[in-house]
């Protein structure tokens, strides 16, 4: 083929290093987003989903255990003890061909974990499939978005850019994509499968207004 279009240059270094491909054959075009206008303040919002007065964090996407959803989990006890009004809001339907080989076992196990932590009142599951307009609306309601795959090889992700497009404060573990697209100040890296770091870099953006702002713009900025 004269032309392959990768989305991030870690996959061009990847094709180029490892598998010999023409360098010059090599294109990156970031991963699309929908245009979402940039909000500072997402309270009205809130309101309007029952969300009212609530610190909210977000995961969302298909199911299943590459998701990493029980280290945030367990991020958060020591949290709510500081910021009861948290609210962990996991968002989508388990993964079809999850759910073919082993039904709602993993989601059984994250629902049992909840309840062993008591966090029944701080995390809520949205088992469903999303619209586009459901997606950027939850987005929007989030004051943190939370993209914590444990598959570090993965080059890209729809989620983590409409994250960014809707100008999101970022935690993410250390995939390719992630360091990608979050340097710069425009996300934080936390370690893999780590609930300290995971706790850490929550409490910092929930404790910083300056911080949670900043990593917004530059988000929103890069995204455009």
Excluded at 32 to 42: A, I, R, S
Excluded at 61 to 70: A, S, Y
């Amino acid at each position: 083929c004269h032309a392959i279009i990768v989305m991030t240059e870690s996959a061009v270094k990847i094709l180029y290093e490892d598998y010999g491909v023409e360098k010059s054959k090599l294109h990156a075009v970031h991963h699309g987003v929908p245009y979402v206008e940039f909000l500072k303040d997402n309270s009205k919002l809130k309101e309007l989903h029952n969300l009212k007065n609530r610190k909210v964090i977000s995961t969302f996407g298909l199911i299943n255990r590459g998701k990493g959803i029980e280290y945030v989990i367990k991020a958060l006890p020591a949290l709510v003890d500081k910021h009861p009004e948290l609210l962990y809001l996991i968002i989508g339907e388990t993964h079809p061909n999850v759910r073919k080989e082993e039904g709602e076992s993993y989601r059984k196990e994250l629902i049992n974990l909840i309840n062993e932590l008591g966090l029944r009142r701080n995390v809520k599951f949205y088992n469903k499939y999303l619209t586009l307009q459901e997606i950027i609306t939850y987005l929007k309601a989030s004051d943190i978005y939370v993209y914590s795959a444990l598959d570090t090889n993965q080059t890209s992700s729809g989620t983590l850019a409409y994250a960014l497009g809707a100008g999101r404060a970022i935690i993410a573990t250390p995939t390719f994509y992630a360091r990608d697209m979050l340097k710069n100040k425009k996300g934080v890296i936390v370690e893999l499968k780590s609930v300290e770091s995971m706790q850490q870099a929550l409490s910092g953006i929930l404790s910083s207004k300056k911080l949670k702002e900043s990593l917004e713009r530059n988000a929103y900025k890069f995204s455009r």
